[in-house]
């Protein structure tokens, strides 16, 4: 049985694609199959799809077709309508939700967007959908800018109208609200509808998912962009008109503003351009030059000389229209603004009584471990006991997003190293919002701990011939200094290798940290979030050619990493032939790790030498090994060697799709992840958040 939800507004601009996107993600926690379906949208411009729709689709993978998603644009409704064809847009749309019904757990049905000048008649013809669909109802309300009165008595007169017309409302959602206002209004709507729906929340107002990046300010404005194509993506805070002394208009400056000023003011866009450099002076977004007036040869060679120079946009309106223009310019998120979705997702989630909503979508069902559950557990489980995590690359910008991400969410405890002004300077230049307060910061080179970090290693590797001046070289090195600090409990974790090689990742880590006892060799794990589940690979990244008891090792061990993150391990030691069928050295090898990780750990499924697709098709598995407890349903696979296993990792994920968290090390005493060179804000995010899970679970010891 497939469930379904309809959100609908109260009017124009209440949110509510914020507040899709947080029920996709909570309802991708319990089913890969769930559907997006808008009945009726704004006719896009040609060339270009619903920005819903193509959000929702695009960041969360959704399988369906786009022209899958919707049933009738509003311009072809409206001309139905006026021919009296109402049953002929219904029948369409009920053709159109049953489709995707056949293929999906849960669908989410959004309304449409009273854009328009008849916000009466588009209310009452979404009643009339959601009834004919015989979805429940979420009503979302605007409560920014308001009265409290005002905003729940809209709230009444819509609950009210849809319930006299047959709809069941589910639930009230109130978005932007002022924080100070937020405690009465979450009392007022408790005291009006505790007693008659479901789920009642009231979100915060966030004004960084209300303001435009400059690209769409320049879009918009049809404006040419002459310099800073870089920086089009930062968040505009707001707008300054620059119409006096250069002197005096810096006064006015408030971080990521936008300037609009004459194109003949050349003493603005260089005291803008200054101001922007100037440690004293806010980050600015942009300036925009008015009146299509161009600046001079030697102002342009001026600043093209200049590094990461301020988007300079030219249009030819003249000020006060352009200002005017550019305060009405419409923002929408998209799926690549990782930075807004998060936001809006984690609002979500902080705000909305997930225990409630999971009573509300109960009947899903569930399918396993979805990619959705796994990540979503994973921060859970992270926050439930906080962590210390020390990054030592902390002048990478991925690396202080992702800080900025964790630390603003209270998942781990997080320290980087590095020059304090550096980072300071980096965070304001690339306008990354992290909050250095919520973060230590620490440079190895003036640290009073130092000293005791490097008698420390002094006396781990003396036996190698180390000095205690050697031993001081080496900690000032990020990598040494980070895993120094996990060995003597100073931080729970360290998670390196965005900018640096793996050896030098791990090299550390062996020689300081060392292997568990029962442990010869450390190797890795990835996870791969696929459409259907989550399973584990190893080894893809450490060991290039296992002999056969390292390979029990990495089954063994990847066996437990799996356990630990809540995946059923049922080990499949993979070759190129099944069973006793094959013969030759490399499925001798594998024959040979199988009996070995057996004989060690009887309590453990594993079966090998198998191929792959007998490992996961359980026809397959039915012919080639019949009766076997993992084929067709296994979730840890290893690899014979790292070149099998690296490039099938790769394969995977590039043709499915398929999100691979790792490499994950396993085997140190205490935690150390990798990176890759090539990773994304968000594999530093999983990572970190893994590390952490990984030092609730381990051991604890250390010198200090």
Same mark, same amino acid.
Request: proline share 5%; hydrophobic share 40%.
């Given at each position: ?254 971080? !990521?503003?936008?300037? *609009? ?5 050349? +003493?603005?866009? %260089?005291?803008?351009?200054? /101001? $922007?450099? &100037? ?105 439930? !006991?906080?962590?210390? *995590? ?5 002048? +990478?910008?991925? %690396?202080?997003?992702?800080? /900025? $991400?964790? &630390? ?297």
């Amino acid at each position: 049985m497939c469930i379904s939800l309809y959100i609908s507004t109260i009017e124009a601009g209440s949110g509510k694609s914020a507040i899709a996107l947080g029920l996709i993600e909570y309802a991708l926690r319990k089913t890969t199959r769930v559907g997006f379906f808008r009945p009726v949208i704004h006719e896009p411009p040609p060339g270009k799809q619903d920005e819903d729709i193509d959000l929702i689709l695009r960041h969360f993978w959704l399988p369906q077709p786009y022209d899958a998603s919707y049933a009738w644009t509003d311009r072809e409704v409206d001309h139905l309508l006026g021919q009296d064809r109402q049953d002929e847009v219904l029948d369409r749309i009920i053709r159109c939700y049953k489709f995707l019904e056949q293929h999906c757990d849960f669908i989410l049905c959004e309304g449409t967007d009273f854009l328009g000048d008849t916000n009466v008649l588009e209310f009452d013809f979404n009643c009339v959908i959601a009834k004919n669909l015989g979805c429940p109802v979420l009503m979302v309300g605007n409560a920014h800018g308001r009265a409290v009165g005002d905003t729940l008595h809209a709230a009444r007169i819509a609950v009210d109208a849809y319930a006299e017309r047959g709809c069941r409302v589910a639930g009230m959602l109130l978005n932007k609200a002022e924080s100070d206002a937020i405690p009465t209004l979450t009392a007022a709507l408790q005291a009006d509808f505790g007693a008659s729906l479901d789920l009642l929340a009231v979100l915060p107002f966030d004004q960084k998912l209300k303001s435009p990046r400059v690209r769409e300010v320049a879009e918009q404005l049809g404006a040419e962009v002459l310099f800073g194509h870089s920086r089009l993506d930062t968040l505009i805070s707001g707008y300054l008109i620059a119409a006096m002394q250069v002197q005096n208009a810096i006064t006015w400056l408030q971080p !990521d503003q936008l300037i *609009i000023t004459a194109g003949d003011r050349a +003493d603005i866009v %260089i005291g803008m351009m200054q /101001a $922007d450099k &100037s440690a004293n002076y806010p980050r600015l977004a942009g300036i925009v030059l008015s009146g299509g007036v161009r600046p001079d040869p030697a102002l342009v060679r001026l600043i093209e000389g200049s590094r990461d120079p301020l988007p300079v946009l030219l249009v030819k309106s003249d000020t006060f229209t352009t200002a005017s223009r550019a305060a009405e310019v419409h923002t929408a998120m998209v799926a690549g603004d990782a930075e807004k979705i998060h936001r809006a997702i984690g609002n979500f989630d902080a705000h909305v009584d997930l225990a409630k909503l999971e009573h509300l979508l109960s009947n899903i069902r569930g399918v396993g471990m979805t990619p959705k559950m796994f990540t979503y557990n994973l921060v859970v489980q992270a926050k439930s !006991d906080r962590r210390h *995590i020390v990054l030592p690359e902390g002048t +990478d910008t991925r %690396i202080l997003r992702a800080a /900025a $991400d964790l &630390s603003s969410r209270g998942i781990v405890e997080i320290t980087l190293l590095g020059i304090a002004k550096n980072i300071e300077q980096m965070v304001r230049a690339q306008s990354i919002p992290l909050d250095l307060s919520l973060v230590r910061v620490v440079n190895p080179a003036d640290s009073p701990q130092l000293e005791r970090y490097a008698e420390a290693f002094h006396r781990l590797r003396k036996h190698k011939g180390a000095t205690l001046e050697t031993a001081r070289e080496y900690l000032l090195d990020v990598s040494y200094f980070g895993t120094m600090m996990v060995y003597l409990g100073d931080a729970d974790g360290m998670v390196s290798g965005a900018a640096h090689t793996t050896q030098h990742t791990i090299r550390p880590a062996l020689q300081i940290i060392k292997t568990q006892p029962e442990v010869s060799i450390v190797s890795s794990v990835f996870f791969m979030c696929l459409d259907d589940g989550v399973v584990v690979y190893g080894d893809c990244a450490v060991n290039p050619a296992p002999d056969p008891e390292q390979l029990a090792e990495i089954a063994i061990s990847s066996a437990e990493t799996a356990r630990t993150f809540g995946i059923e391990p049922r080990i499949a030691l993979l070759s190129y032939s099944s069973g006793e069928s094959g013969q030759g050295e490399d499925v001798e090898k594998v024959r040979k790790a199988t009996r070995i990780a057996r004989e060690r750990r009887p309590d453990l499924k594993l079966e090998g030498p198998i191929q792959y697709d007998a490992a996961v098709d359980p026809g397959v598995a039915a012919q080639k090994m019949p009766g076997s407890e993992v084929a067709g349903r296994a979730t840890v696979f290893v690899f014979p060697d790292l070149n099998t296993g690296n490039n099938t990792y790769k394969a995977v994920q590039r043709e499915t799709g398929a999100i691979a968290i790792g490499p994950i090390l396993q085997g140190l005493n205490k935690p150390v992840n990798d990176l890759s060179r090539g990773c994304t804000v968000e594999d530093i995010f999983n990572t970190v958040v893994i590390t952490a899970i990984q030092a609730q679970k381990g051991r604890r010891g250390g010198d200090g």
